[in-house]
């Protein structure tokens, strides 16, 4: 039994997101979520939220007892950048581009 949540458009690298992610993988719920609470960054919070939606799902759309979930596959994909510009010298300009991610979470037995 499989429940999947995700989160798309988030406003992470997807390469600072998957240091996040390395940490809960293949983890038990209530391990991956302690671990999520006190890391210190920014995608914590953001897989936290979707690894309890994740959860949630698994609950209320499969009865599934919430002690024997573990995290059976997690994975961030690459998002669509925000294409910005600034001003440099000489009235030129600089491209910057603003990262965004997809976070797949899969929760089973």
Do not use: W
């Amino acid at each position: 039994m499989e429940s999947i949540a995700q989160a798309k458009n988030i406003r992470v690298s997807a390469q600072k997101c998957r240091l996040v992610a390395d940490l809960i993988r293949g983890k038990n719920v209530a391990h991956a979520l302690n671990v999520l609470t006190f890391t210190c960054k920014k995608s914590a919070g953001i897989i936290k939220k979707t690894l309890e939606s994740a959860i949630a799902n698994a609950e209320n759309n499969q009865g599934a007892n919430i002690d024997a979930l573990y995290v059976r596959e997690i994975y961030i994909d690459k998002g669509a950048s925000l294409k910005r510009f600034s001003a440099r010298a000489k009235g030129r300009g600089n491209k910057i581009e603003k990262q965004t991610c997809h976070i797949n979470i899969t929760v089973g037995y």
